[in-house]
């Protein structure tokens, strides 16, 4: 009895002292990191004593992956934030500018590029940046990156002094300017990549951006401190220096709801993927204001072009002729836009009269597509409202992803619209990365699918044969590899604008639709500029 | 002392089986990290190229013996989406769940075994009844309903407490009163059952008949048998410590393992996936054991019979 008893004060006190080791390791280890911040945070603000320091809170429901660009499949605002590309597009994506070259030069025939730095050009931590580490990122980019073949096209990088890199290419390349025009193609300090092991860079980069790495808080926060070097070139920002916030704090918030409460409380400033059953209430906010965006890309239908019934190019435009896409577009309380071409608004080589061509031979006509089908040998012989062709009635799947939350709710318009065909569509939800694997391997009928890159060069990875898709032609493949080298961005418009009709021809593709994207941002701040793709501009942005 | 042992060792059969299984159902899953993550615009040679460098071209097995002989070695492996070792990972995370868990776990005790004895005693009683009603009400609130209801209350209306994130202690207590009070109703209403059926016990009448003062009796006869079953709950509940809560930390946005063990099997970052189950799985054995243990020392009944 008198043993047991013992044993019983040990176990109570046992379990007493893993409550408290655990509380205490917990508390020691968050408070670590609480000291550590609050006397860095005492400390900059004895050295700028008379001014108050201004810190810009922004919330992303994503976490980034890594602060290193090259190693991350997606970037985020906090890339934007820590990297500065050689040149952006201009807001209408119609031109390319300057932005960390002061100038560049494309020769006669296109194939070669010069970039001139400027002459005290330096990476967030005071290392020179010169010529010789434009190329040392690139033939990195090429190594890590998983979108390493968007430098494919560069045969060398000629280092001809220190502030001028020529990119010398394999032939003219038009779509090199989307990875050079974005964050991806920015300069990376590889020499301390190389110094430190991808693994530290990857948790604290450094590029030549407007702001430079303090504290990854990992599953919470990013803090970015001012970069005082920081130079641009770009035309369309007044502000060409160092940003006006001291601090921006990037938090990582993943609940709808959560995100768009801190907005409206004020506790967060700029807030990314707004929810789009909560746009009609914040655009009557009186202290929110939402900018928004377009795809850039479109969301669309691909269809099984080898599989039977479907290998009937007549029953693949019959379905694309009966999709109204302004009644989806106002069941979706219009937060998308309508697409009839292969392109968006918000992509450099969109062309305006193939889209209003496009438009006339394919907007809504269901006597069109009924005799379509009717053509096709599809008719209602037995009166149950679905067409049949040898006894049998014209069912057919279509794969939704539900993982994207605003196709997932055009799929049920769709099946209805479909219905007034006479078609029988099953719908069917899967993940989308299993969507592409099954549309890849050709184990489907209709997939609603969607890409995302502001270049029409994206076309080339869903229409050539060697995207490995069902459908492809010949003469496609040829004109998408011809587009690609055109350097002149009308011409280039133009020539997709060919493709796109080419492809509309056979109809592989059915578009459906744009997404508008919005950014919350408070009213307080004031300043912020954004690009028809979405991409948005701090420079000029204060609180006022 | 063999029993112990018998234990363990069932244990760690349970502990590779789970990674098996689990093994299994990871890579049985479509897809994998670097078709997820990849954006449109890769090529099926380079997934394949990237595919090889992880070494998800080799057949399961294979895969599946290289992770366990790095487990074993103490190498939880390198996360495919942040190209940071797990234990990085794990490590940034896990002080922020023990934080939340553990106090919420104190608190429920706290506020459930008191309340449980007092309804008990007060049997049938109007106290009893309000007890009894409130813990039924707690208990059927959905975690995510009452996390968003505080958030309403306490951070937008009354602007009294920090909405979400971990910026001190203060905002420490919405997500722990969310994580507490619905659980805290389990923990009551079994208190408050096991003391009702100790009291009923022929013994508890002797202790009284003895002429023992009433808190004697309710401490050493009624409060000793009847939290049995309630202190093996509390060993239950160790490996949740560790695992988290993905809904209250991703209401939230909380920086805890949850969130982590969500994220990655979204994007299906084996490694992560693996070791996190792992860990949990580990612990599962562990406090099992000890609990089984420790309700053995505490019930000379129950060691009897091991």
Redesign the interface.
């Given at each position: 009895m008198r043993r047991v008893k013992l044993m019983e004060k040990k176990i109570g006190s046992l379990i007493l002292f893993f409550i408290l080791a655990g509380a205490v390791v917990a508390a020691g280890c968050i408070g670590g990191g609480g000291t550590q911040t609050s006397t860095q945070s005492s400390a900059s603000s004895t050295s700028s004593q008379t001014q108050k320091e201004v810190t810009l809170v922004i919330a992303t429901p994503e976490e980034i992956e890594g602060t290193d660009i090259q190693q991350v499949s997606w970037a985020n605002i906090v890339h934007d934030l820590i990297f500065q590309s050689l040149v952006v597009y201009t807001l209408d994506l119609k031109g390319v500018v300057p932005n960390l070259a002061e100038s560049f030069e494309v020769s006669k025939d296109g194939t070669e590029i010069t970039f001139k730095l400027p002459k005290d050009a330096k990476f967030s931590n005071g290392d020179p940046l010169t010529a010789e580490d434009i190329k040392k990122s690139v033939e990195r980019y090429r190594n890590v990156s998983p979108y390493s073949e968007d430098f494919a096209v560069v045969d060398k990088i000629i280092v001809k002094d220190s502030q001028t890199a020529i990119f010398k290419l394999k032939e003219p390349a038009g779509y090199l300017w989307a990875v050079l025009a974005s964050v991806y193609g920015a300069p990376v300090n590889v020499n301390l990549a190389n110094k430190i092991g991808n693994e530290a860079f990857n948790r604290k980069a450094v590029g030549s951006g407007p702001y430079k790495v303090e504290e990854w808080v990992q599953g919470s926060q990013i803090t970015l401190i001012r970069n005082p070097d920081y130079k641009t070139h770009i035309p369309f920002v007044k502000n060409k220096g160092p940003f006006k916030f001291d601090k921006i704090i990037v938090r990582f918030i993943p609940d709808d709801f959560t995100r768009v409460s801190e907005l409206k409380a004020g506790n967060v400033q700029i807030v990314f993927g707004i929810p789009l059953e909560q746009v009609a209430t914040l655009k009557k906010d009186p202290n929110v204001q939402l900018l928004s965006y377009l795809q850039p890309g479109i969301d669309y239908i691909m269809i099984n072009t080898k599989k039977p019934p479907l290998d009937d190019v007549n029953i693949r435009k019959a379905i694309a002729l009966a999709i109204n896409r302004k009644e989806l577009a106002s069941a979706l309380q219009n937060l998308v836009r309508p697409a009839y071409g292969y392109l968006s608004l918000a992509q450099v080589g969109y062309d305006e009269a193939t889209e209003k061509e496009l438009q006339t031979e394919y907007s809504y006509n269901l006597e069109k597509a009924k005799q379509l089908l009717a053509a096709a040998g599809w008719k209602d012989t037995d009166g149950d409202g679905i067409v049949d062709k040898n006894g049998k009635p014209l069912k057919l799947t279509l794969m939704v992803p539900l993982d994207r939350p605003v196709i997932k709710k055009a799929a049920p318009i769709i099946q209805s619209q479909l219905k007034k065909l006479g078609i029988n569509l099953e719908l069917r939800e899967y993940e989308y990365s299993y969507i592409r694997k099954m549309t890849r391997e050709g184990n489907f009928d209709m997939a609603m699918r969607a890409y995302w890159w502001n270049d029409a060069d994206i076309l080339i990875y869903i229409f050539h044969s060697d995207a490995g898709y069902p459908w492809s032609n010949p003469k496609v493949d040829k004109m998408l590899e011809e587009a690609r080298t055109i350097p002149d961005f009308t011409e280039r418009a133009k020539k997709y604008g060919e493709i796109q009709k080419a492809i509309a021809n056979e109809m592989p593709v059915i578009p459906l639709f744009s997404e508008y994207q919005y950014v919350g941002v408070r009213k307080e701040v004031k300043g912020v500029i954004m690009g028809i793709d979405g991409s948005i501009y701090l420079n000029d942005a204060e609180i006022s | 002392m063999e029993y112990t042992i018998k234990r363990l060792i069932i244990g760690i059969f349970i502990v590779l089986a789970v990674t098996v299984i689990l093994f299994g159902i990871m890579h049985a899953m479509?897809?994998d990290p670097?078709?997820?993550?990849?954006?449109?615009?890769?090529?099926?040679e380079?997934i394949a190229q990237?595919k090889a460098q992880w070494g998800l071209d080799k057949p399961m097995y294979i895969q599946y013996f290289y992770w366990l002989s790095r487990i074993i070695r103490g190498d939880f492996g390198t996360s495919m989406?942040?190209?940071?070792?797990v234990i990085e990972?794990i490590k940034?995370?896990?002080?922020?769940t023990?934080?939340l868990t553990?106090?919420a776990?104190?608190v429920q005790y706290i506020i459930a075994i008191p309340l449980g004895l007092l309804a008990a005693l007060k049997w049938n009683s109007k106290i009893d009844r309000i007890v009894v009603t409130l813990s039924i009400v707690l208990w059927s609130m959905p975690n995510f309903w009452l996390g968003?209801l505080l958030?309403?209350i306490f951070?937008?209306k009354l602007?009294l407490l920090?909405?979400?994130?971990?910026s001190?202690l203060k905002s420490l207590i919405l997500p722990l009163l969310t994580l507490s009070l619905p659980s805290l109703a389990g923990t009551l209403r079994l208190t408050r059952s096991e003391v009702l059926e100790v009291l009923r016990e022929d013994y508890v009448l002797t202790a009284y008949a003895k002429g023992l003062p009433k808190y004697k009796v309710l401490i050493k006869h009624v409060l000793r048998n009847a939290l049995i079953p309630v202190t093996v709950m509390?060993f239950l509940y160790l490996p949740w410590?560790i695992g988290g809560s993905v809904i209250v930390e991703?209401?939230?946005?909380w920086?805890?393992m949850g969130?982590?063990l969500w994220?990655s099997i979204t994007v299906q970052d084996y490694a992560v996936v693996q070791a996190i189950i792992f860990i949990i799985a580990l612990l599962t054995v562990i406090s099992n054991t000890i609990g089984d243990i420790?309700s053995a020392?505490?019930d000379?009944r129950i060691r009897e019979s091991l």
């Amino acid at each position: 009895m008198r043993r047991v008893k013992l044993m019983e004060k040990k176990i109570g006190s046992l379990i007493l002292f893993f409550i408290l080791a655990g509380a205490v390791v917990a508390a020691g280890c968050i408070g670590g990191g609480g000291t550590q911040t609050s006397t860095q945070s005492s400390a900059s603000s004895t050295s700028s004593q008379t001014q108050k320091e201004v810190t810009l809170v922004i919330a992303t429901p994503e976490e980034i992956e890594g602060t290193d660009i090259q190693q991350v499949s997606w970037a985020n605002i906090v890339h934007d934030l820590i990297f500065q590309s050689l040149v952006v597009y201009t807001l209408d994506l119609k031109g390319v500018v300057p932005n960390l070259a002061e100038s560049f030069e494309v020769s006669k025939d296109g194939t070669e590029i010069t970039f001139k730095l400027p002459k005290d050009a330096k990476f967030s931590n005071g290392d020179p940046l010169t010529a010789e580490d434009i190329k040392k990122s690139v033939e990195r980019y090429r190594n890590v990156s998983p979108y390493s073949e968007d430098f494919a096209v560069v045969d060398k990088i000629i280092v001809k002094d220190s502030q001028t890199a020529i990119f010398k290419l394999k032939e003219p390349a038009g779509y090199l300017w989307a990875v050079l025009a974005s964050v991806y193609g920015a300069p990376v300090n590889v020499n301390l990549a190389n110094k430190i092991g991808n693994e530290a860079f990857n948790r604290k980069a450094v590029g030549s951006g407007p702001y430079k790495v303090e504290e990854w808080v990992q599953g919470s926060q990013i803090t970015l401190i001012r970069n005082p070097d920081y130079k641009t070139h770009i035309p369309f920002v007044k502000n060409k220096g160092p940003f006006k916030f001291d601090k921006i704090i990037v938090r990582f918030i993943p609940d709808d709801f959560t995100r768009v409460s801190e907005l409206k409380a004020g506790n967060v400033q700029i807030v990314f993927g707004i929810p789009l059953e909560q746009v009609a209430t914040l655009k009557k906010d009186p202290n929110v204001q939402l900018l928004s965006y377009l795809q850039p890309g479109i969301d669309y239908i691909m269809i099984n072009t080898k599989k039977p019934p479907l290998d009937d190019v007549n029953i693949r435009k019959a379905i694309a002729l009966a999709i109204n896409r302004k009644e989806l577009a106002s069941a979706l309380q219009n937060l998308v836009r309508p697409a009839y071409g292969y392109l968006s608004l918000a992509q450099v080589g969109y062309d305006e009269a193939t889209e209003k061509e496009l438009q006339t031979e394919y907007s809504y006509n269901l006597e069109k597509a009924k005799q379509l089908l009717a053509a096709a040998g599809w008719k209602d012989t037995d009166g149950d409202g679905i067409v049949d062709k040898n006894g049998k009635p014209l069912k057919l799947t279509l794969m939704v992803p539900l993982d994207r939350p605003v196709i997932k709710k055009a799929a049920p318009i769709i099946q209805s619209q479909l219905k007034k065909l006479g078609i029988n569509l099953e719908l069917r939800e899967y993940e989308y990365s299993y969507i592409r694997k099954m549309t890849r391997e050709g184990n489907f009928d209709m997939a609603m699918r969607a890409y995302w890159w502001n270049d029409a060069d994206i076309l080339i990875y869903i229409f050539h044969s060697d995207a490995g898709y069902p459908w492809s032609n010949p003469k496609v493949d040829k004109m998408l590899e011809e587009a690609r080298t055109i350097p002149d961005f009308t011409e280039r418009a133009k020539k997709y604008g060919e493709i796109q009709k080419a492809i509309a021809n056979e109809m592989p593709v059915i578009p459906l639709f744009s997404e508008y994207q919005y950014v919350g941002v408070r009213k307080e701040v004031k300043g912020v500029i954004m690009g028809i793709d979405g991409s948005i501009y701090l420079n000029d942005a204060e609180i006022s | 002392m063999e029993y112990t042992i018998k234990r363990l060792i069932i244990g760690i059969f349970i502990v590779l089986a789970v990674t098996v299984i689990l093994f299994g159902i990871m890579h049985a899953m479509p897809g994998d990290p670097i078709e997820l993550l990849a954006g449109e615009r890769v090529s099926p040679e380079r997934i394949a190229q990237l595919k090889a460098q992880w070494g998800l071209d080799k057949p399961m097995y294979i895969q599946y013996f290289y992770w366990l002989s790095r487990i074993i070695r103490g190498d939880f492996g390198t996360s495919m989406v942040t190209k940071l070792p797990v234990i990085e990972l794990i490590k940034a995370r896990l002080p922020y769940t023990l934080l939340l868990t553990g106090s919420a776990l104190i608190v429920q005790y706290i506020i459930a075994i008191p309340l449980g004895l007092l309804a008990a005693l007060k049997w049938n009683s109007k106290i009893d009844r309000i007890v009894v009603t409130l813990s039924i009400v707690l208990w059927s609130m959905p975690n995510f309903w009452l996390g968003v209801l505080l958030m309403i209350i306490f951070g937008i209306k009354l602007n009294l407490l920090p909405l979400s994130g971990y910026s001190g202690l203060k905002s420490l207590i919405l997500p722990l009163l969310t994580l507490s009070l619905p659980s805290l109703a389990g923990t009551l209403r079994l208190t408050r059952s096991e003391v009702l059926e100790v009291l009923r016990e022929d013994y508890v009448l002797t202790a009284y008949a003895k002429g023992l003062p009433k808190y004697k009796v309710l401490i050493k006869h009624v409060l000793r048998n009847a939290l049995i079953p309630v202190t093996v709950m509390f060993f239950l509940y160790l490996p949740w410590l560790i695992g988290g809560s993905v809904i209250v930390e991703t209401v939230f946005a909380w920086p805890g393992m949850g969130r982590l063990l969500w994220k990655s099997i979204t994007v299906q970052d084996y490694a992560v996936v693996q070791a996190i189950i792992f860990i949990i799985a580990l612990l599962t054995v562990i406090s099992n054991t000890i609990g089984d243990i420790v309700s053995a020392v505490l019930d000379p009944r129950i060691r009897e019979s091991l």
